[in-house]
């Protein structure tokens, strides 16, 4: 999906490529295949989702994902960076609710979701010294106690960071996470910007920890898909009602 919600400096880059072709992606866009297992599905350490309530929508790209969540029953929002997606994406689905938003900063009251999610948005970082721990205590920030935080993010082994330069330090870097400028993007989509990931899991789980009292669970996605490696991080995290 789109940025966090999508990089300043490329937003329309992104707007261009869901939304300006002659049939846009939103025609016959699937949601996520993690994010419909994970709301409709049933597995050993996957905790309870709730079914219904207020869905965020984080870095929404094209809409897919908050039409799945509106599907299943959620009221939901969706929020992206740049005014006009936000305009082609009302355009889109007018019945919709879609907001301009970062992800450092998202324009809703404290702990009013009950599901937040961020599918392969909350790692897209910009120039300024944002850290990828601001993004994650927003989405904290915004969700109710008992909610359930939803986030995808690449594992550094993912093709998306091959040829990647490590940028200078933020001031979470102790915590084992890399920023990396992307330079070899074979979508042409990434390129120059710089996406967050953890050096491995066991970084992903005690920073997670550090944003309050939560009951996480972590499951990845990896394999060669005609070339490309795709490694993914899936992480749940219930927020405590205390």
Same mark, same amino acid.
């Given at each position: 999906m789109n940025a966090y919600a999508s990089p300043s400096g490329s937003s329309g880059a992104w707007t261009k490529h869901f939304f300006g072709r002659e049939r846009p992606v939103v025609s016959h866009a699937y949601p996520a295949q993690g994010l419909v297992r994970i709301l409709r599905g049933a597995y050993p350490t996957l905790p309870?989702?709730? !079914?219904? @309530?207020?869905?965020?929508? #984080?870095g929404c790209g094209d809409g897919r994902n =908050?039409? /799945?969540?509106?599907?299943q029953? /959620? =009221?939901?929002?969706g929020i992206e960076t740049d005014k006009s997606h936000v305009s082609e994406l009302r355009k889109a689905n007018p019945e919709g609710q879609y907001l301009e938003g970062l992800c450092a900063n998202l324009p809703l009251p404290t702990a009013m979701a009950d599901v937040t999610v961020a599918w392969n948005s909350c790692y897209y970082m910009d120039e300024?010294?944002?850290?990828? =721990?601001?993004?994650l205590r927003e989405l904290y920030r915004v969700t109710k106690p008992r909610g359930v935080i939803i986030v995808s993010m690449p594992m550094p082994s993912s093709f998306i960071f091959s040829g990647a330069v490590l940028e200078? !330090?933020?001031a979470d870097s102790l915590n084992g996470i890399r920023y990396l400028r992307v330079e070899q993007d074979p979508f042409?989509? *990434?390129?120059?910007?710089?996406?967050?990931?953890? *050096?491995d899991t066991s970084f992903l789980r005690a920073? #997670?920890?550090?944003? @309050?009292?939560?009951?996480?669970?972590?499951?990845?996605?990896? @394999?060669?898909w005609?070339?490309? *490696?795709?490694?993914?991080?899936?992480?749940?995290a219930v927020k405590s009602p205390y």
């Open positions: 309870a989702v709730p !079914k219904d @309530g207020v869905a965020v929508d #984080v =908050s039409r /799945f969540l509106s599907d029953g /959620f =009221s939901v929002i300024s010294d944002v850290s990828l =721990s601001d993004h200078t !330090k933020r042409n989509l *990434r390129n120059g910007q710089v996406l967050a990931t953890y *050096r920073h #997670v920890a550090q944003l @309050g009292t939560l009951e996480l669970a972590v499951a990845s996605e990896e @394999g060669d005609f070339g490309y *490696r795709y490694d993914w991080w899936v992480w749940t």
